[in-house]
């Protein structure tokens, strides 16, 4: 094999290999305890979305004091919640009580979800 031949060959490997390895980072998700968190607020929205990659995503409004937020309009929080957590968020949409989401962040989301953010429990606020 001459040397010409062992270059093209591995111009050729890192040409995949370069696209190869990011799309497996993304389809499995990288770092997925980027950040873990909760937020209190109440659910407003649970939906099942995807054509291929089914995924369960919702929305959780929290309410900040004027003082803080300058006005009264609600913030939304955008979320994905892991298959395990959807019935917990389903009930507590359905009981319009205010809930803390325990969730935890990606650094890269997988290919698979809409948000960096999975909920992966639901609390009662006392």
């Known amino acids: ?8 060959i591995v111009v050729i490997l890192l040409i ?6 990011p799309l497996t980072g993304l389809g499995i998700g990288i770092l997925p305890n980027y950040s873990n968190g909760s937020r209190i607020g109440i659910v407003t929205k ?14 959780m409004l929290m309410a900040l004091p004027i003082a803080v ?5 609600p913030e939304v ?8 957590c959807v019935e917990k968020v389903r009930e507590a ?5 205010r ?8 650094l890269f989301k ?8 999975v909920v992966i429990d639901v609390k009662e606020v006392k």
Not at 1 to 8: C, L, P, S
Not at 46 to 59: H, L, Q, R
Not at 110 to 117: A, D, F, K
């Open 110 to 117: 997988p290919l698979n979800i809409e948000n960096r953010t």
């Open 77 to 84: 929080f955008y979320f994905n919640t892991s298959k395990n």
């Open 69 to 73: 937020a300058g006005t009264t309009t």
């Open 46 to 59: 649970i939906s099942e979305k995807g054509v291929f990659f089914k995924s369960w995503e919702g929305e």
């Open 93 to 97: 949409q359905l009981s319009g009580n």
């Open 99 to 106: 809930v803390e989401l325990v969730y935890r962040q990606w």
């Open 16 to 21: 995949i290999a370069s696209v190869v390895i």
């Open 1 to 8: 094999m001459t040397i010409v031949e062992k270059g093209v």
